[in-house]
């Protein structure tokens, strides 16, 4: 025997596959059929229920029974998939008419899974009789099913337009759908206006159907993109749950809401709404809790006095699923193929569905009432002749011969023969002799009647109206989702989220900071500060909780940090590295920190080391989308070497700027110039030259002042441990990007270098000092002599014996009137 091999690439085998398995999934498993808006694993539990009976004019029966005959006959897949289809036909918060009835445990709007099949019972829902109903009337095709066992219909008859009215959700290969639920009697207002105007525009239905109806209600905002999705079958509408005030007692309130969004989870929405209370993120809640019982839902946010109710519910609207984006995707099988379909592709759809279901229901209703006509005419004419045919049965020699001698005696068909000879003799009295010429009077009336459908397409049509109607009478209920024409802009103002109190802030040069209680600071000593070994407090301030301060590092960046943002901590408590939340270089430090004021027309100037000033407005450090975790760039660096070492803040009160600046070098230039002859660039800007640097130089640090006092001390220190204090006038004014003069005496051996040069606030101001070897020691300012300008100061430190002077902070203190 002769075996064949086939040589086929890769690529053609697993597309050729790949293309089958597509159109399964397209086909028969993930996308609702326009006609009757059924998946098939839907349309097969409806199926099975049906054949066995188990409707809704019958008892309950266990699920798993519905389930397995599904799986055997139907539907050869996973038990858990047919019975989690079967349950979501059952859940009334996902289907607007559900067409299943369950009993016990079907889930919730919490997301909990249903009992296991083997606990519930179910039953066909009324409304889904009429989706079924006429199927024995060879209304639709049939197919059979996976093992050519049992015959399964193609569609069902569909009574009224399902995939509209429960809408559907799927995802195949390459199509996703999202169909929107509607109410019923608005879908059967829309389809049998359009029947009589079948030139109707989408906005004429919209005056019938004016938008989807969702089973937990809720409120659709926008009326342009519903046309656009109604025609076109995509668009975006926005949802928001239903909600109201109410007052409490000593002047409280309480937002409760009613209605949510379609398919969203409650538990995780009342998760989430709480989250943001706890975490601070909203101030004014005092508790979220969910009071939903077997009366509806209900869920109550309880705010505290004078809060602002409209405001945080706001908030919540932006921040939770309180308010969602449903974005219409209405794809469907069409003529074995999926097509992304408008509002009156659906209608027409249906409508030339129930054409071909009423015809075929029609005609096989003629052929019916046509044979049954048939039998009685024969009925009827062997009554007349009751004698005879008598006398022919009696003479014949069985049934077959008293058959075949009616037929040739008297010209009886076969079935009335067949008739006759079964006819029963209680039949042949005068009152059914009556009776069948009554019948035969109905059953011409009937035949007239059915052959009118079929002949006139407008008698047709008034019947599929009238049947349609009759089903909104008998199934419709009111609308449960409220329609605005506009979106409702949210608009979140600050000031009402957060309560306005007084707190005092810390940034300490280690990068910790906090926001403390007014009581917390009074009731601890300054030197009680949670503050690590070799920490310093860098900047120290009351603020209101609605302030926001910038931290500038010396990497460039710029950190804006809401004072409400802020951990929260007592006075003792260390507080939160900013590297917990923002990521930042190993080597980034903050410098220096300010309160923030978007309508602020100060401006920061700032040095580098490698020679670059600037200026730029502080109303520029503005929030950003990701402020929490991330920084923003203020100054952009000549290398990755570089950093800023300073920044102040330069008051442009006036439309003149009267400050100076004074810079310093390592190799002990310094050179003085007014604030004018930096310009104000953005934050993406470089800068201009600040100083004209030597080979091997770079600047350690500058200082500013905005009214110049030439009384102004400054103090200088060296590696050599030598400082002293000069004053503001010992430094003669030149123009930037000069070289500058010396504030050092040049020796041959080990010259002087400068690493610190710093403002003195006052003669009283502390310095702590750090050495090579790490030994700590603290120095007044007073402590340190003035001396002129060319030369190297006193020695402070002993470098022998403690080694080198690495840098000088000045400390922190606190105001003594405080």
Sequence with gaps: MAIDIQELSLDEVMGDRFGRYSKYIIQDRALPDIRDGLKPVQRRILYAMYHDGNTSDHAFRKSAKTVGNVIGNYHPHGDSSVYEAMVRMSQAWKNRMPLIDMHGNNGSMDGDPAAAMRYTEARLSKLADELLKDLNKDTVDTILNFDDTEEEPVVLPAGFPNLLVNGSQGISAGYATEIPTHNLGEVIDAV???????????????????????????????????????????????????????????????????????????????????????????DGVLEVRDESDRSGLRIIVELKKDADAGQILQYYFKHTNLQINYNFNMVAINKQRPEQVGLIAIIQAYIDHRKDVVSRRTQYDLNKAQSRRHIVDGLIKA??????????????????????????????????????????????????ITALQEEKLSLNEAINQYQAILSDESILMKLIQSELKAIKKAYATDRLTKIEAEVEEIKIKKEFLIPDEEVVTVVTRGGYIKRSSLRSYQSSNFSDLGLRDGDHVLYLAAHSTLDNLVLITNKGNYVFQPVYEMQELRWKDLGEHLSQRIPIASDEKIIQVYPYAKDSQDTIVLATREGMIKQSKLSELKKIRGHKNKASQIMPLSSPLDEVVNCYLVNNQSDKQNGEVILFTALGFSLRYQISEINTVGLRAKGVISINLKDQDQVINFVYQDQVDEDQQILLATQRGYMKRIRWRDIQTMTRAKRGLMVLREVKSKPHRLIQALEVKSTQEVYELYTSNGELSQIKAVDVPLHERYSNGSQIIVEERLGELLDVIPLYHKDPEK
Excluded: C, W
């Excluded at 049934?399 to 067949?418: C, R, T, V």
């Design 192 to 282: 049998n206006y359009y029947i009589d105007h079948p030139k109707a525009k989408v906005e004429t239905l919209m005056k019938y159907l004016p938008g989807p109806d969702f089973p937990t209600g809720g409120i659709i905002q926008g009326k342009d993109q519903l046309i656009k999705a109604y025609k076109t079958g995509r668009g975006k509408v926005v949802v928001r749950a239903q909600t109201e005030v109410e007052s409490l007692k000593a002047g409280r309130k309480q937002i409760v809401i009613t209605e949510l969004p379609f398919e969203v989870n409650k538990a995780d929405l009342v998760r989430k709404m709480d989250e943001l209370r706890l975490n601070r993120s909203i």
């Design 383 to 432: 009554i007349s002749i009751l004698d005879q045919v008598i006398a022919i049965i009696r003479n014949s020699s069985d049934k077959k011969d008293a058959k075949n001698n009616l037929i040739s005696e008297y010209q009886f068909s076969q079935a009335q023969a067949e008739a006759i000879v079964t006819l029963q003799l209680y039949r042949l009295t005068n009152t059914d």
